[in-house]
């Protein structure tokens, strides 16, 4: 069956920079849509970014100019370029891919912020 499997985690110092990767074990025919999500600690998980098979973006106000989504088609990836990171993006980060009638999920990784 397919996976999603995330990597690119890690500590790293505000204003610094990360790359998380999500590659899918196999290749899906036909996607609607995929993203990154987090859930901190006492508050409610949110989309981060999204990215439609049309090739529309979509940013949480929060990250909004400092995270941007894109995908590798040939290498059936989609990545999530974080900079000027700040201590409120520590989390676990979630990838999703939905396809036709089934939604993928990463196993997440995570993103340590700190000084």
């Known amino acids: 069956q397919v996976q999603l499997v995330e990597s690119g985690g890690g500590l790293v110092q505000p204003g610094g920079s990360l790359r998380l990767s999500c590659a899918a074990s196999?290749?899906?025919?036909?996607?609607?849509?995929m993203g990154w999500y987090r859930q901190a600690p006492g508050k409610q998980r949110e989309s981060v970014a999204s990215?439609?098979?049309?090739?529309?973006?979509n940013y949480a106000d929060s990250v909004k100019g400092r995270f941007s989504i894109s995908r590798d088609n040939a290498k059936n990836t989609v990545y999530l370029q974080m900079s000027s990171l700040k201590p409120e993006d520590t989390t676990v980060y979630y990838c999703?891919?939905?396809?036709?009638?089934?939604?993928?999920w990463g196993q997440g990784t995570q993103v340590t912020v700190s000084s």
């Open positions: 999703r891919v939905r396809s036709i009638g089934t939604v993928y």
């Open positions: 196999r290749s899906l025919f036909s996607i609607d849509a």
């Open positions: 990215l439609t098979s049309g090739g529309t973006t």
